[in-house]
């Protein structure tokens, strides 16, 4: 089957929907208010994006609580949260947990609390963990879980934990503590949890466990590329709008040719973003087995794109550019972080070369 890299217009009207609300939660002013607050998660948004608007089970089938919609309105949702950098647990709940749970085959229930938004969880592993180099750190006895994990992303307002553990895969509601961590991104927390005498309820176990985990995580690296691409469009998009209207010697900014040349470089560089994080996200939705090399070509790609456009409107935004009002180093920050979520690009890249056979 060939890969459709269009937007649907099911999937266009879900973008105007989640773009409408966000736009209603994430004026940079409150973003900037709410990353200095004791409250950085903006947890009336995330009701009405998961519950509301379904979004935290467009994943799941309808038979078990969700939308039964697929990966590609789930990259589409993760778009436009990159456009806005939206202070929601999107990824470490709809993305990474749920997609652990659907991977291991379990029915239980946590699986319709998160499709309804009525609970969130975290998938108890650091951020920065990629497919290819998955390790617990947690021990298990009896189905008592010890240990630590560090930098777990949207832990900090986890309901539940999906945590690997031993050769096994186990859910957990109590017995553990969280510290959040001072994170880069101010928008996505990280913390570290410690495990002592939890009880957990295994869902897998030895290879189904470690496949699932493998599963949960090549499925968060291709997702992750739709929040990179949707904030590198945005970053592109406000800096041009910015150049349009920003006049020096009588002449807008933006008709230097030295500025035209850098925007048409980073909007070449964004279309090659889109076509690989659009085939990432539809190999997910279709289970193609070139996912995996999907998923590392999106992730290679998007995470530089990102890092680039982000500095461009840093720079291009010049001095008002720097200041903490305006809102572009909240896009740096994130696609800094990003960069090394879930694989670094170096990873994804050696990663690729196995994947596709290349001589070493």
Known sequence: MTADLLYSDVEEDLRASVRSLLADHCEPAALLKRAESTEPYDLKLWRSLAADLGAAGLQVAEDRGGQGASAREIALVMEELGRSVAPVPFLGS????????????????????????????????????????????????????????????????????VVPAGDGLYIVDTGFTVSELVSLDLTRRVADVTLSGARGTAIATGAAAAEALTAALTAGAALLASEQLGLADWCLEETVRYLKGRYQFGRPVGSFQALKHRLADLWLELVSARAAARYAADCLARRDPD????????????????????????????????????????????????QIALGTAGRHRAALATLVDLPS
């Open 94 to 161: 709809t993305v990474l947990a749920t997609n652990a749970l659907l991977a291991s085959g379990t029915d239980h229930e946590l699986l319709g609390k998160l499709a309804s938004g009525a609970a969130t969880a975290a998938l108890a592993v650091p951020l920065s963990t990629g497919p290819d180099r998955v390790k617990s750190t947690v021990d298990v006895s009896d189905g008592v879980l010890t240990g630590r994990v560090g930098t777990v992303a949207d832990a900090s307002v986890a309901d539940f934990l």
């Open 291 to 338: 996912l995996p090399v999907a998923a590392a070509v999106a992730q290679a790609l998007c995470s530089e794109v990102a890092v680039h456009a982000a500095e461009e409107c840093v720079q291009l935004h010049a001095g008002i550019g720097m200041t903490w009002e305006h809102p572009a180093h909240l896009y740096l920050k994130r696609a800094k972080a990003n």
